[in-house]
């Protein structure tokens, strides 16, 4: 499990569940429409939010998405840590998440349970966006494998 950086809903995401999950669909198909000819972080065959090759449907959820650099981002419960995040996880506070997440820092025991500050650099970033972790390489190249196939019928 990774936690990333959602920059349409502007919220800390886990790239093993899959934003279907997460994100209400008003979002995700508000930009199922664009394509990414037509995105600012198109650069020839490559995202330049990824770094990754485009992939192969040729539309992401991020589409013309405003990418907001920071250096540290406070994490509070029901502001930019999704309630359904920390339901899908069984946990009720952001300290909890951290805890039940392999690749979260490390947190000294004395971390309130909400209101964590992390640092942006300790975000991953994903290989395509609005896709799970499962999914990234059938998003690439278009054929889907078993590790996506059985992800889906596991979250569905």
Known sequence: ????????????????????????????????????????????EICSLTQERLPSQRWCCHHNAEV???EKVLLRVGQNVPWEL???????????????VESAPELPPE???????????????PLVYGVCAACWEAALTGEEDEGCTVTKEIWS
């Open 111 to 125: 971390a309130p349970a909400d209101g964590i500050w992390l640092e942006a650099e300790a975000l991953s970033v």
């Open 1 to 44: 499990m990774c936690l990333q950086w959602c920059h349409v809903r502007d919220c800390l995401i886990d790239n093993d569940i899959p934003c279907e999950r997460l994100c209400p669909a008003e979002i995700r198909l508000a930009r199922a429409g664009h394509n990414c000819s037509t995105c600012r972080h198109c650069r020839g």
């Open 86 to 100: 920390l339901a899908v996880h069984g946990v009720a506070s952001v300290r909890d998440l951290f805890g039940q």
């Open 68 to 70: 907001r650099k920071f």
